[in-house]
C-alpha cells in the first residue's frame, strides 16, 4: 500500500443513551482528531488534535456521549515539560482531548479505560488521578464483567466489554473471534470477526472482517470495511476508506463525511470542554 496516499483510519464510538458518536481519526502518523457525530441530523463537530497514538481499543464513549476516555502513548523523544510519562489514560470532553482527569502509566502494559454504567468509570484501579479528580457523580467501578486472560488482554479487555455491553455475542472464540450483532427490528445480522494480529498490518495491528447476514443466511461480504455497527437509530454505518458511510441498500451507499482531506492543526480547547459536564 502507498502510505504516503493511504486513506486515513476510523473507529467510531456511539453513545447508548443519545443520538450521539464519537469518530477517532487517525493519520498521519501519530497524529489524532476527534470528531463529534450527531447521529439525527448527521452534522459533525470537528475537534482537537493530538499528537500522539490514540488506542481505539483501550477507549470508550461515556453513554450519554459526554465523556471519552482513552489510553494515550507519545514518543519519548516528544515528552513535554511536566509530562511524567508516555503513556497516559484521560478523560476529555470530546471533540476535545483536554483531560479532565489523567493517570500516567509508562508502558503499554495497560487495558485502558471503560465507562461500565452511567455513573461509574473503570481503569484498573481505584487510585486518584494524578491531574485533576473526578466529580461526585462518577465513581470508580472495581470490576467489569469480562476478565481477559489471553496474551492479548490488553487490547481485548477494553474492547470486549464495550461488544458486549453494546449488545454484541460472541459466537466463537479462537485466535481472534467471531461477533453477531442483530438488527432491532429486522432479520438482519451483522458479524464481525477477529482474524488475528499482524504488526505488519497498516494502520494498526488487529485484522478484522465484516459481513451482513440475512434471515436466509445469504452473507453479504462487506469488502474494505474497517468498523461496522447500527446506529441508533437503526441504520448500517461503516467505515472504508477513510469514510463514514449509510448503507441505504445492497448497492446504494451514502457518504456521510469523507474525513481525509483534514490536516493536523493546532487548536486550544475552549471553556466548555475544561470542565465537567452535568449528570442528566
Not at 492479548?152 to 455491553?165: A, I, K, P, Q, S
Not at 432479520?187 to 465484516?210: C, K, M, N, Q, S
Request: hydrophobic share 40%.
Amino acid at each position: 500500500m502507498d502510505r504516503i496516499n493511504a486513506p486515513c483510519r476510523l473507529h467510531v464510538f456511539l453513545a447508548r443513551d443519545a443520538p450521539i458518536g464519537v469518530v477517532l481519526r487517525r493519520g498521519p502518523a501519530a497524529w489524532a482528531r476527534l470528531s463529534v457525530w450527531h447521529t439525527d441530523t448527521d452534522t459533525f463537530e470537528h475537534g482537537q488534535w493530538i499528537h500522539a497514538r490514540v488506542f481505539e481499543r483501550r477507549s470508550d464513549l461515556s453513554a450519554d456521549g459526554s465523556l471519552f476516555i482513552a489510553f494515550i502513548r507519545t514518543n519519548a523523544a516528544r515528552l513535554r515539560a511536566g509530562q511524567q510519562a508516555d503513556t497516559w489514560i484521560a478523560i476529555s470532553r470530546p471533540p476535545y482531548f483536554h483531560a479532565l482527569a489523567l493517570w500516567w502509566v509508562g508502558g503499554t502494559y495497560c487495558t485502558g479505560g471503560l465507562f461500565p454504567d452511567r455513573r461509574s468509570v473503570w481503569v484498573g484501579w481505584q487510585h486518584a488521578p494524578d491531574q485533576g479528580r473526578l466529580p461526585s457523580w462518577l465513581k470508580y467501578a472495581s470490576t467489569i464483567p469480562h476478565v481477559d486472560r489471553t496474551n492479548n488482554w490488553t487490547d481485548r479487555t477494553v474492547f470486549h466489554n464495550r461488544l458486549l455491553r453494546d449488545g454484541w455475542v460472541l459466537v466463537a472464540d479462537s485466535a481472534g473471534g467471531s461477533w453477531e450483532r442483530h438488527h432491532s427490528h429486522q432479520p438482519l445480522t451483522l458479524v464481525f470477526t477477529e482474524l488475528g494480529w499482524d504488526a505488519r498490518a497498516f494502520g494498526g495491528p488487529h485484522l478484522a472482517e465484516y459481513a451482513l447476514r440475512s434471515a436466509e443466511s445469504d452473507v453479504l461480504a462487506l469488502q474494505g470495511v474497517t468498523w461496522a455497527d447500527w446506529d441508533q437509530r437503526g441504520r448500517l454505518i461503516m467505515v472504508q476508506d477513510g469514510r463514514l458511510l449509510h448503507r441505504q441498500s445492497q448497492n446504494t451507499w451514502l457518504t456521510l463525511a469523507d474525513f481525509n482531506a483534514q490536516q493536523p492543526e493546532t487548536n486550544a480547547a475552549p471553556a466548555l470542554a475544561r470542565r465537567w459536564p452535568r449528570l442528566a
